[in-house]
């Protein structure tokens, strides 16, 4: 069975930081690519940051410079380290991994910037 379980959400205050991280069991992780996306109220789930098999990154626009992500093979954990947050960085985050045959989901974590 297939579990992806995000952690680390919260509340913070605009300029503040938060690291999430998402722990993947059933999948042979180092085979996924994986991915960060977050959901506003009333929006659409957008992508976020991105990291292929291979390591290579990408990231939307709205976060580049201040989100990263990394992923620990040893773990099975992709984490998203995100500093300076602003207010429309609020949102429910979800963990995706996927490959050109899978593709599954986490069930969410919320993140609120707000002071």
């Known amino acids: 069975q297939v579990q992806l379980v995000e952690s680390g959400g919260g509340l913070v205050q605009p300029g503040g930081s938060l690291r999430l991280s998402c722990a993947a069991s059933?999948?042979?992780?180092?085979?996924?690519?994986m991915e960060w996306d977050r959901q506003a109220p009333g929006k659409q789930r957008e992508l976020v940051a991105h990291?292929?098999?291979?390591?290579?990154?990408n990231y939307a626009d709205s976060v580049k410079g201040r989100f990263t992500i990394s992923s620990d093979n040893a773990k099975n954990t992709v984490y998203l380290q995100m500093n300076n947050l602003k207010p429309e960085d609020t949102g429910i985050y979800y963990c995706?991994?996927?490959?050109?045959?899978?593709?599954?989901w986490g069930q969410g974590t919320q993140v609120t910037v707000s002071s």
């Open positions: 990291i292929s098999s291979g390591g290579s990154t």
């Open positions: 059933g999948i042979i992780f180092s085979a996924y690519s």
């Open positions: 995706r991994a996927y490959t050109n045959y899978y593709n599954y």
